[in-house]
């Protein structure tokens, strides 16, 4: 094992999303090897179960000011003082921020993120000036997003480490066939998620299953679409079928109740929550938007269908709505798949090989060559 490094992780906020999960996550897998702080650029929001997870993994954290200014002053003064070796960033906000400090203040290599595939015009620009001449490399955590940065002009400094999440024990599921079939979605309540799409599929699922089979639907999540979503449920008249969890206790307790994830996104990363439902064992019916066609394999964990597709993805649900066992299979499949190429370890290991390649590592169509390395 090489010798330890001071890195720093950057992140906005420790707000609920998937990117605040992952830098928690690479916080914890790298803490056992190296020197490693979180720097957490403002207060708020602050979302508690992040809390929590800093305080049980024993996290090295900083949270700055709301000061931009004092923030940079402050950054660099730190980046300097702890002799940082390595920064990591996941966000656009904190990938420029930390990439700008980070050059000032003579850090040996900056790693910024990019984890859509889609994102405003300027703020890809500004992306890519910050890529093609301050940061070393920009971590991509999907194919997608690896190829609009192309696309739009990054230097071939791009590569993809995919997320990765904790496994679960794997959940034994009974084919029972005279249950209500529980479909659930889950994530942001966002144009992004096309939950538009995903009602319309619902309501002709309805039509398609007519009274011989009964299935019901959770939308979970908060955000500015939830008063269009409540106006779709009434208009698609789906108020018995439908159910909005805008602040949910225990999101693997739903998961685990569930027999169904259902995705609609326009446009994805590599999604967390389609992540967290494979997790759980559950067949997935999802659009073909960002790395969902590598999270869902079509027709063994799941199934795929173009995006906004409402009648192909409403076809998918009915068909493992009516066979217990398929679900049972594909769900199992599902985890397998999970475990097989997106564990923690998986996740953990590929960190763990950059940092100890650092100075000798190519890259190749957004895959790291690295050598072995053992981490154990």
């Known amino acids: 094992m090489t010798e330890k490094k001071n890195i720093c992780i950057t992140i906005n906020s420790l707000g ?17 090897f190296h020197n490693v702080t979180v ?13 929590k997870f800093i305080q049980k993994e024993e996290i090295n954290h900083i949270v700055m000011s709301p000061n931009v200014l004092a923030n940079a002053v402050n950054f660099m003064k730190f980046l300097k003082t702890e002799k940082i070796d390595i920064v990591f960033s996941f966000l656009p906000t904190d990938t420029i921020f930390s990439g700008l400090c980070g050059k000032v203040a003579g850090v040996s290599y900056s790693f910024g993120g990019i984890r859509n595939s889609y994102m405003p015009k300027l703020k890809f620009m500004a992306l890519r000036a910050v890529n093609n001449y ?3 490399y920009t971590i991509a955590n999907n194919f997608a997003a690896y190829c609009s940065s192309q696309d739009f002009g990054f230097k071939k400094n791009v590569f993809v480490i995919s997320n990765g999440i904790d496994i679960k024990p794997f959940q034994e599921r009974n084919a029972i066939t005279n249950k209500s079939v529980s479909i659930i979605s889950m994530g942001r309540l966002v144009e992004q998620k096309k939950y538009d799409v ?3 599929c ?9 009274d011989e089979y009964r299935f019901h639907y959770k939308i979970v999540g908060q955000g500015p679409e939830e008063d269009n979503i409540v106006a779709d449920i009434q208009r698609y008249g789906l108020t018995s079928e439908v159910e909005l969890v805008t602040n949910p206790s225990n999101i693997y307790k739903l998961l685990e109740e569930s027999d169904v994830y259902l995705c609609t996104s326009s ?3 590599v999604s967390n929550s389609v992540m967290e439902a494979m997790n759980c064992a559950l067949p997935v019916v999802a659009t073909d938007a960002g790395d969902n066609s590598r999270l869902v394999v079509h027709k063994k964990t799941g199934f795929i269908a173009e995006i906004g597709d409402a009648e192909t993805l409403s076809g998918h649900l009915a068909n493992l709505v009516k066979l217990p066992s398929k679900r049972i299979e594909m769900g199992a499949e599902s985890y397998n798949h999970l475990v097989e190429n997106f564990s923690y370890e998986a996740f953990q290991n590929q960190y763990l090989k950059l940092i100890e390649n650092i100075e000798t590592f190519k890259i190749d169509k957004g895959n790291v060559c690295l050598e072995n390395v053992n981490v154990s």
Do not use: N
């Open 39 to 51: 720097v957490i650029l403002k207060p708020e929001p602050s979302y508690e179960s992040h809390v």
């Open 267 to 269: 446009f994805e990363g």
């Open 202 to 210: 619902i309501h002709e699922l309805k039509t398609k299953l007519g």
């Open 134 to 136: 301050f940061l070393d």
């Open 16 to 32: 609920r999303g998937g990117a605040e999960k992952q830098c928690l996550l690479l916080a914890k897998a790298l803490k056992p």
């Open 198 to 200: 995903a009602l319309k």
